[in-house]
């Protein structure tokens, strides 16, 4: 057997199996380290698009809030109006008496914005003033949609940092047992080649050697049992010739 002795031989049969288990233990953490890199980079394009989503949801918020300030504006300015036809409406009699172009006994002013004819309507403005609250109502629970949304947005975006931290905790796992793998082995991986397709070749010669070795210690421990025959056969006969040759003498002698 070559150079080695059969024991010799075995040792390295197991030696071969152990690294052929070392290998596929590679092949493993190699997939899995592709597995995560992919799901890595779903995670950053779901990230960039969550955050382009919460960008515009923000803005979309800022426009809302803009839009519910100018309608409180006008609900002032009608609430304003009202009291004002209220406070008219209580000083009807001195309205009555008041001429456009003549001024007023009270406060001497020649225009007349509120006299008889030219007050607005009280109804109209409180029609105007019930729609504008609730247009403000409608406005305000859109915002709080959007609120809602933009917090759902913030809230993924953190559980996928936290997914993100975790995988690359993993990957630092992965690039630590290959490390240690390939040095156990004394292996080193080609770099202008895919680390995946470059130890399932490796695995393919170890498991053509390790079939040949086996072959081969079959063979051989074939041999040795053939021989331990042989010997024992070659004892036997040699140990009946001595008791042949014993008889042979004792009947000379008689």
Known sequence: LEVRTLPEWREFLTALGERKLCESRIEETLERQAEVADTLQILKTRSTTLELSRKAEVQEIGEQQNKIRIAEKEILHLETQVDLLKRIKDLEEARNGLQ?????????????????????QTDEVQLSLRCAKEELKKEREVLSSLQIKAAQFEQESVQLEEERTRLLSQMQTFETQLVDGLAALQLKLPM????????????????????KTRLLVERAEKLEKDLFSARDERDKIRTEQEQLARLQQEEEFR
Do not use: F, M, V
């Open 100 to 120: 456009d172009g003549e001024p007023c006994p009270l406060c001497g002013s020649s225009a007349h914005p509120y006299a008889s004819g030219n007050i607005p």
């Open 192 to 211: 202008d080649e895919e680390p995946l397709r470059a130890i399932k070749w490796q695995q393919q010669k170890t498991a053509e050697l390790l079939q």
